[in-house]
């Protein structure tokens, strides 16, 4: 008679150790995962109505063009002319550096950013400009999105020595770059349309608009 092989009865597995070794990096990995941090920038879509002549006089105008080669700022149609670092023809305001080192800066390092914001004060500052809040920013293909995002952060407000900032009531023009870098934005006594009354940032040109620069030749 032949004999017929038992096969013994196959145990359960134990998923304990493999869960406990989950819970261990579940925590882990939310320690170690990078987050991407969104910020959102107030932007106002250019209308054309909004450049419509009122009182029979032509229209007013601020942009400013960013482009690898500089700064282009065009009051009423007319390109400012290029400042002493920048040969003529070119655009108003040059770079600091041709180029930069990707392991130590960044594109926003090339730019200077100090002599842009002086010169969109100095426009600010005139009488003709004082009630003007829209800027119009357009940006080359090329240039980096962080580039477009200083340029939009610099003209939207006036800004003054740290140590002068709970005191100033307008801005004031930077002598160096450190003093850019560190400078801050003064808080002033608004009122808005409702009638209630607070502290806001003290504005410069907070409307920034995207569109097409028209630069005069």
Known sequence: MARVARVPDAEDLNLTPIMNMVLVLIPLMLLIGV???ISVTEVTISQGSAFAAQNGEPPKRLQLFISQQGFTVVE???SL???ENCPGGGPTICPLKEEIDP???VETDRHDWRRLYNTLLEIKQKPDWADHEQIEI??????NFGVLVKAMDVSRNQRVPAAEVKTAIKGKPMTT?????ESQVPLVDSVDDQGNSGKMPLGMFPVVILGLPTVSQ
């Open 177 to 181: 770059d450190q003093e850019m870098n």
């Open 76 to 78: 009423s149609g007319a």
């Open 103 to 105: 392991n130590r800066e």
């Open 81 to 83: 002319p290029a400042l």
């Open 35 to 37: 987050f991407m941090m």
């Open 138 to 143: 357009v940006a080359d293909s090329s240039v």
